[in-house]
């Protein structure tokens, strides 16, 4: 036992080096009594591989079977040859293949020789042929749906029916089932390739040996191609023996359908679920067995016995359930009476806060729900690729419940367990937007676009061509709803983005640019730093996506600056292009507002450095001035068309945004520095001090 309990631990060594020793076999001579052991195993090899495919409930258990095939189809191959060089060297090929040459032939060459042409005939155009057939159709089947499984997961992943590990889980499990099927696919070949070496090594051997047992002068022509013959096809049944039940495994494992159990379990089930068929059955039997000629005691009992299953299928209604296992009843009661789990690991799950959350009311919930034509969760997961291309940030999944203490129609967003966004829709309606050049109008509830804050409509379906005429921007339900989480997960990104989805998007970048992440993390920043920097960059909606770009300043800058406030400025200067485009007009125009030099000197003589950072300490009546000078150049600039920023010194800008962060949230505030130089810079305004 503890010899065997020490090869385990080998199981790679001592595939390798048999693996070696196969390939030996072909060159090196084998004694008879080698060639007697190896031939067994084959046949031991084929009996467990054929007993295993049946006994598998899921065929990627047996997800190393296309290997085996290879390694066993080598190892029969290593073999023949052996056995061929033994049947012409010395006219002997050890007591397998004499036996089988005389006991089961009857020493009969010509009988041999049909019965083996037989086996190969059932091996390959029949087994082989219609095994490889199926595994092509179901490997292109296979590879065919894995994009609709991939969206399937991601729109589980994004209704928060399954987290992350299960996910991947998941993604790992289609791609394990579409390589085995293309393996099998492949792998029909090698038995095909079999079967046919095997008529060949047949031929050659019945001829080499006659030629060379001739030339020795080991008889008269008739007994030496008897003595060869019975030897050749006594080889080759032997070796075909074990290559027709690794070929019927195959054949098992790619033709298993919709299987949770055993194959013997399934057949038994399903074949007892019809009693009326084995009754049938039973009664043409016997009806087969009146016919004159026909052995009738023979059909008499064989359809007996099938009316004899009949009764006692009759009798006992959950037999096709116990056939192969339990009742699927007392599998359940099973799982009913484990007992409930108690002391802390009880209310642990209750503690789980959700980094993303939308509740509804019972009357939203057909929205989430696909069976009723609810595409709430397709919606979340075109949301989830929308943030990943805009911001380069893996949005995370989305949990969505339905909520008793909201009204029929309403929803409500949460951030890690807090509401952020409460709103309402219609469900079965339209919402029409008024985008501002409305030339009609329409029958329908006045409301708010939620996201926005635009006036709106809620109308009928049949009202939706009528109000697009009208110059209505008109959006379904769910669009409103994965709108608006949109928008929260921009806002909100730099809170939801955890340490662990830093790590995930470092994993990422180290696929491209391995060298990069090493020398930033752990040597020079920790995850915890990169985490902070890239929150920076989020919370003005900064895109995260060039990671490489982003990594390799903070390996830059990381050793002498440790401040990540002050780092992330430094990134940003190196994402100018970046964050330029994101102001751009479709003539490449900038506009900006600028403030005039005095107050700028002014406003950072009052910069200071303080426990929570760079700040711009004004006094109420300052802060006000600013703030109403600043609102009266951007009310200006936006009455002529214009979405400004605002340009300041690169150490103004960081204090300046967050003391306008509130009265202005979606004022961006730029330093010079960050501004492209190919965009085409428009001053609309200047900010003075009053």
Same mark, same amino acid.
């Given at each position: ?52 495919? !049946? ?47 005389? #006991? ?19 091996? #390959? ?84 040996? #006659? ?34 039940? /690794? ?67 009759? $009798? ?142 809620? /109308? ?201 962060? $509130? ?17 085409? !810079? ?9």
């Amino acid at each position: 036992m503890s010899i065997l309990n020490k090869l385990l631990k080998q199981t790679d060594l001592i595939i390798g080096i048999g693996l070696i020793l196969i390939v030996a076999m072909l060159i090196i001579p084998l004694p008879s009594f080698i060639l007697d052991a190896g031939l067994v195993c084959a046949i031991a090899s084929g009996v467990i591989i054929l007993l295993s495919a !049946v006994n598998v409930k899921d065929p990627l258990e047996f997800s190393v079977f296309p290997s085996l095939l290879l390694i066993t189809t080598l190892f029969r191959l290593a073999l023949s040859i052996s056995a061929t060089k033994l049947i012409l060297g010395t006219g002997q090929a050890g007591e397998v293949i004499a036996t089988f040459g005389n #006991f089961v032939m009857g020493g009969d060459a010509v009988v041999g020789f049909v019965a083996f042409l037989i086996l190969v005939i059932v091996q #390959f155009i029949v087994i082989t042929n219609g095994a490889g057939r199926v595994a092509e159709v179901v490997a292109r089947f296979t590879l065919d749906a894995m994009p609709g499984k991939q969206m399937a997961i991601d729109a589980d992943l994004a209704a928060g029916l399954i987290d992350e590990d299960q996910a991947r889980s998941r993604r790992k499990q289609i791609k394990r089932e579409a390589d085995f099927y293309g393996s099998m696919d492949g792998a029909s070949k090698f038995v095909k390739g079999d079967a046919i070496a095997a008529i060949l090594i047949i031929a050659i051997n019945i001829i080499g040996g #006659f030629a060379v047992g001739f030339m020795r002068g080991n008889g008269d022509p008739m007994t030496i191609l008897k003595t060869y013959s019975l030897l050749s096809v006594g080889e080759g049944l032997v070796s075909q023996i074990p290559a027709l039940m /690794i070929s019927t495994a195959s054949g098992l494992m790619v033709t298993r359908v919709g299987q949770d159990r055993s194959m013997g379990g399934e057949v038994a089930s399903q074949i007892f679920g019809q009693p009326r068929a084995i009754l049938i059955g039973g009664i043409a039997l016997i009806g087969l067995g009146l016919v004159p000629g026909f052995p009738t005691l023979i059909f008499m009992a064989v359809g007996g016995a099938c009316i004899g299953i009949y009764r006692f299928l009759l $009798k006992t209604p959950n037999a096709a359930q116990l056939a192969g296992g339990q009742t699927s009843i007392e599998a359940k009661k099973k799982v009913l009476d484990k007992p409930a789990p108690s002391g802390p690991e009880a209310v642990l799950p209750l503690l789980t806060v959700d980094p993303l959350e939308i509740e509804v009311g019972y009357g939203l919930t057909k929205l989430a729900d696909p069976r009723q034509g609810g595409d709430l969760t397709e919606r979340i997961s075109a949301t989830r690729r929308q943030i990943a291309l805009e911001l380069g940030y893996v949005m995370p999944s989305v949990r969505i419940r339905d909520s008793v203490s909201l009204n029929s129609s309403d929803y409500a967003i949460k951030v890690r367990g807090e509401e952020v966004a409460h709103a309402t829709v219609m469900p079965g309606q339209y919402l029409a937007v008024s985008s501002g050049l409305v030339t009609g109008s329409i029958p329908g509830t006045p409301a708010k676009d939620p996201v926005f804050g635009l006036d709106a409509l809620w /109308i009928d379906p049949g009202m939706k061509d009528a109000a697009e005429r009208s110059g209505y921007t008109v959006i379904e339900a769910s669009a409103v709803i994965s709108t608006h989480l949109s928008e929260i997960v921009k806002n909100y990104s730099h809170e939801i983005l955890s340490r662990q989805d830093v790590m995930a998007l470092i994993e990422n970048a180290r696929q491209t640019n391995r060298a990069v992440v090493e020398e930033l993390y752990p040597n020079i920043l920790q995850l915890g730093d990169i985490q902070k920097v890239l929150q920076h960059l989020l919370r003005e909606r900064i895109p995260i996506r060039d990671m490489v770009s982003i990594l390799e300043t903070m390996s830059d800058f990381g050793g002498r600056i440790k401040d990540p406030d002050q780092l992330g400025e430094i990134v940003r200067s190196a994402m100018s292009r970046t964050i330029t485009r994101q102001y751009l007009d479709e003539s490449n125009n900038l506009h900006c507002i600028t403030l005039d030099p005095a107050l700028e000197k002014k406003l950072a003589d009052k910069v200071q450095l303080t426990s929570a950072g760079t700040l711009l300490l004004l006094d109420p009546v300052e802060l006000n001035e600013l703030t109403k000078s600043i609102q009266s150049e951007v009310d200006s600039a936006t009455a002529r068309g214009s979405h400004p920023v605002l340009l300041s010194g690169t150490t103004l800008r960081l204090p300046l945004r967050r003391v306008l962060e $509130k009265p202005f949230p979606n004022l961006s505030v730029l330093a010079y520095n960050e501004v492209a130089s190919q965009a085409d !810079v428009q001053f609309v305004g200047q900010v003075r001090a009053a």
